[in-house]
Each structure stands twice: as structure tokens, then as C-alpha cells.
């Protein structure tokens, strides 16, 4: 593949807090279409590279790239802010506004569309996440799964060049993490570029094109979920596999 | 009883003169400490070291000292600095500060309770600071504090009352001025007494109403 497919490009990133250094140099980068999965022990700095990517954490070094624009050393972080969906563990939805109101706010007030175009576009991207009948609810009148969904619809809308996923499913009831899932499977399938941090290997091994392997701050290991779960190369990968194996057996 | 119904009826166009001097001192403070309080409560929350720092200090002294200390200060101590207030004025600017130096903790406790993931949801939308804060954060924020705001307009309303100190012409001042005339002094101050009362009731009441209007769906059963 071409220099040109490249969405995201990351090159020696780190990250610390005081004294603790969470990111110790992380890089790789991602197709245009390409579904990436994060997955590692809680505390490795998965959701800090996240928050890193769209400067939500500022990193101490290394540098990131959004297509062509470097995203480290941008002026206009509003601006490239838009091209990057995110989507969060407890969602972030604005407990004043309706499904369809939280879709809207991004597309009138940053985007600054027409209000008629931007109900339009915030109602399509609702139906696509099969939400099209609670657009007038409002979040807390949602269930986690329906919650989600509405997060994952108003990052779409802003028409992204790619989405970060932190743990989409991990505040959720067993029941509804299905329908969050399946939502997200048809997105990568739709040519959507996904980052996404999860513990769903169920997913990983479906949908994601590789797997990356983080521990302490570093990748340990990152191949094609075929590799990763037949073959494992690292030790500790196979132990976290194992751990995760055991807890949610396949 | 009897006494006291003529005491309230005799003396109605003073009493009535009176309590217009105490709301009007008491609608324009409220309203000035509100703006008040949002700048100093956003100072606060979201601002640098400095603005953080002017804000706690401002903050402290205000809270930290007695109103009508302050009162004094601005009645008494600006003159012979070249100000001159007259009455009305110098209490409505001491409680306008004291109230928003109120009013400015109960906003940034509304202010604090709103998750901070709204906060990053909101910025990763590409909006600005500014723009979250007031997009998405203040209209939460207002709506969470109307019940401690509440409570800072009733104590304001009553506190107005120390504004006769300084010789602002409102209800307790006016209550004074008939009772020291008549010496009916248990009278006199219980209908003013009923007055505060009775206006505090309806103010409580017409909050209430405001709360439930823009109360958000769903978060009823929170209460």
C-alpha cells in the first residue's frame, strides 16, 4: 500500500505523569479502512495513547500524524479534533440534549451547518445505529447499549477520518454489549478506519485486521488475530491471552 | 390582633414603600452577584494559576469577613477616599460582591458534579474550551445549582435588612422609623416580620416552578 493510504501515524510517542511514565515509546500506524485492536493489562497506557492521539493528553515526545497534517505540533487543534471521532467508556453524552440534539450540537456549533441539514444528517447517522425512534429521548431516559450507540452516531456525524474506541463495552450490562458490537462490526465492514481498545476478543478476532499487544507502556507484540491467538511469540502475551481466556472462555 | 391588623393597614403606604426599596436591592444585587459568581466560579474551575489564585483570594476575604463590615467599609470608609455613595448604592454593590462570592461556591459545586467525560466528549467535537463550557457545562451547571441559588436569594432578601444600617430607606428601615413614632414595637416588627415571611414563601415557590420547568428527562428520579 501507498504512503497516501496512511490515516495514522505514530512515531516514538511518551507519555508521563510526574514521575510515571505511561507511554514509553510507542509506534505504528494505520491503513485507511484497517481495524486496529488494543488490547493489554489495565494500567498500560491504552487509553492514554487514545487521549494522546486527539491531544485531549498532551505527550511529552514523539509525534503523530493525521494524514498529512502533524497532529503533535498543530495550531488548529479544534480543526483536526473534528476529523477524530472518539468514543468513551461512560459515553459523554450531554445530559441536557436529546439523542438527536447530541448529534446536532457538533454539526451546528462547530461545523457550523444549517440546523434543517444537520437534523438530517444526525437523524440518518441515528437510523444507522438503529436509534431512530429514541432521537427525542434524552440520555438518562437511554439504556447503556442505546447510550453507546448515540456516542457512536454523533462521532460519525462529524464525518471522521478515523475513530478511537476507549472500552466501548466495558460499562456496560453483558446483555447490551451485543448491540454495541454488532453496531461497530458494520462499521469496520463499511470501511470506517477503528482504533479500538477492548477486552471483547470475540470482536478482535471477527473484525480486527491486527492486534496490538501493550504492557508498560510498550507494544510487546502486534500481528493479525490469527497469529496473535494461534501463535503468540511474546510470553507475556500468551499469559495475558491465557488470563483473558480463562475469565471470559471463548 | 386587632392591633396589629390597624398597624398594617395605618401604616401600609410606608411598609409598601419600603419593601420596594428592599426588592429592588434585592433583584439587582442578586442579579449583579450572579454575573459575579459565574466569572469568579469559571475563574475557579477552568482558569490558570492566576486566575485561580485571584478568584480563591477574592473569594475568602469576602466570605471571611461580616457583611456589614463591608457595608461600613464602602458607606463609611470610601469619602474621605474622594467616593461617595449614597446609601442605596454602596448596599447594593457590598451585596452584590458578598452575594457572588456566594453564589460563585454553589456554582462551582454545580459546576464539579458534571461528569468530566462531557468535558472530553465535548473538545474531541472539535469545540473550544469556551464553547464547552457554555454549549455544554453551564446549562447543566445552572440547573443543578437552583436549589442552593435559591437558598442565597432568601438570605440576600433578609439581609437587605442590615442596608438600614447605613440608612438605605428599605422595610426594616421604614419599620423603625414607625415603630420609634408609635413605640408599638412587638406590632410593627411582627407585620414585618409576616412581610419577609410571605414574600420568601412566594420567591420559594416561583423557584420551585422554575426547577421543575428545566428539569432534564430522565434525571426526575434523582431528586
Same mark, same amino acid.
Request: glycine share 8%; hydrophobic share 45%; with cysteine.
Given at each position: ?64 500524524? *493525521?494524514?498529512? %497534517?502533524?497532529?503533535?505540533?498543530? #495550531? &488548529? =487543534? ?8 472518539? $468514543? ?87 446483555? *447490551?454489549?451485543? %448491540?454495541?458490537?454488532?453496531?461497530? #462490526? &458494520? =462499521? ?8 479500538? $481498545? ?53 | ?223
Amino acid at each position: 500500500m501507498s504512503e497516501e493510504n496512511v490515516v495514522l501515524k505514530i512515531e516514538n510517542l511518551k507519555k508521563s505523569f510526574g514521575d510515571k511514565e505511561v507511554l514509553k515509546g510507542v509506534s505504528f500506524e494505520m491503513k485507511k479502512g484497517e481495524t486496529k485492536v488494543i488490547i493489554g493489562p489495565s494500567g498500560t497506557g491504552k487509553s492514554t495513547l487514545l487521549a494522546c492521539i486527539n491531544m485531549l493528553v498532551v505527550p511529552n515526545g514523539g509525534k503523530i500524524w *493525521l494524514e498529512n %497534517e502533524e497532529v503533535t505540533s498543530a #495550531k &488548529n =487543534l479544534n480543526k483536526i479534533r473534528q476529523e477524530i471521532g472518539f $468514543v468513551f467508556q461512560d459515553f459523554g453524552l450531554f445530559s441536557h440534549l436529546t439523542a438527536l440534539k447530541n448529534i446536532m450540537i457538533g454539526l451546528t456549533k462547530v461545523k457550523k451547518m444549517e440546523k434543517e441539514a444537520a437534523r438530517e444528517l444526525a437523524m440518518a447517522e441515528l437510523k444507522r445505529v438503529g436509534l431512530e425512534k429514541e432521537a427525542s429521548l434524552y440520555p438518562a431516559q437511554l439504556s447503556g447499549g442505546q447510550k453507546q450507540r448515540v456516542g457512536i452516531a454523533r462521532a460519525l456525524a462529524m464525518k471522521p477520518k478515523i475513530i478511537l474506541f476507549d472500552e466501548p463495552t466495558s460499562a456496560l450490562d453483558p446483555e *447490551l454489549i451485543g %448491540e454495541v458490537l454488532s453496531v461497530m #462490526k &458494520n =462499521l469496520a465492514l463499511s470501511g470506517m478506519t477503528m482504533l479500538v $481498545v477492548t477486552h471483547e476478543m470475540g470482536f478482535a478476532r471477527t473484525v480486527s485486521d491486527e492486534i496490538i499487544f501493550m504492557e508498560n507502556g510498550y507494544i510487546v507484540e502486534q500481528s493479525s488475530p490469527e497469529e496473535m491467538f494461534k501463535n503468540p511469540k511474546n510470553q507475556r502475551t500468551k499469559e495475558f491471552l491465557f488470563k483473558l481466556n480463562e475469565l471470559y472462555g471463548e | 390582633m386587632e392591633k396589629i391588623w390597624n398597624i398594617a393597614v395605618k401604616y401600609w403606604p410606608k411598609l409598601l414603600e419600603g419593601l420596594g426599596v428592599t426588592m429592588e436591592m434585592t433583584l439587582i444585587s442578586v442579579v449583579a452577584g450572579f454575573l459575579i459568581g459565574i466569572v469568579l466560579a469559571i475563574a475557579r474551575v477552568y482558569g490558570n494559576k492566576f486566575f485561580y489564585g485571584l478568584s480563591t483570594v477574592i473569594i475568602e476575604i469576602i466570605r471571611g469577613t461580616p457583611l456589614l463590615v463591608q457595608l461600613f467599609i464602602l458607606y463609611y470608609g470610601l469619602p474621605p477616599l474622594g467616593v461617595n455613595l449614597s446609601p442605596f448604592i454602596a448596599a447594593i454593590i457590598g451585596f452584590a460582591i458578598n452575594s457572588g462570592c456566594y453564589q460563585a461556591e454553589y456554582l462551582r459545586g454545580s459546576i464539579q458534579s458534571i461528569s468530566g467525560t462531557q468535558m472530553k466528549a465535548a473538545r474531541s467535537l472539535g469545540m473550544s474550551k469556551t464553547e464547552a463550557i457554555m454549549q455544554i457545562i453551564m446549562p447543566q451547571a445552572l440547573r443543578r445549582v437552583i436549589p442552593a441559588w435559591t437558598n442565597e436569594f432568601i438570605y440576600l432578601l433578609k439581609y437587605t435588612s442590615l442596608a438600614y444600617i447605613v440608612g438605605a430607606p428599605e422595610l426594616m428601615a421604614q419599620a423603625k422609623f414607625i415603630a420609634s413614632r408609635n413605640f408599638q414595637f412587638f406590632e410593627v416588627y411582627l407585620v414585618v416580620a409576616v412581610i419577609y415571611l410571605v414574600v420568601v414563601l412566594l420567591f420559594t415557590k416561583i423557584f420551585s416552578i422554575l426547577e421543575k420547568k428545566v428539569e432534564i428527562p430522565g434525571l426526575e428520579w434523582v431528586r
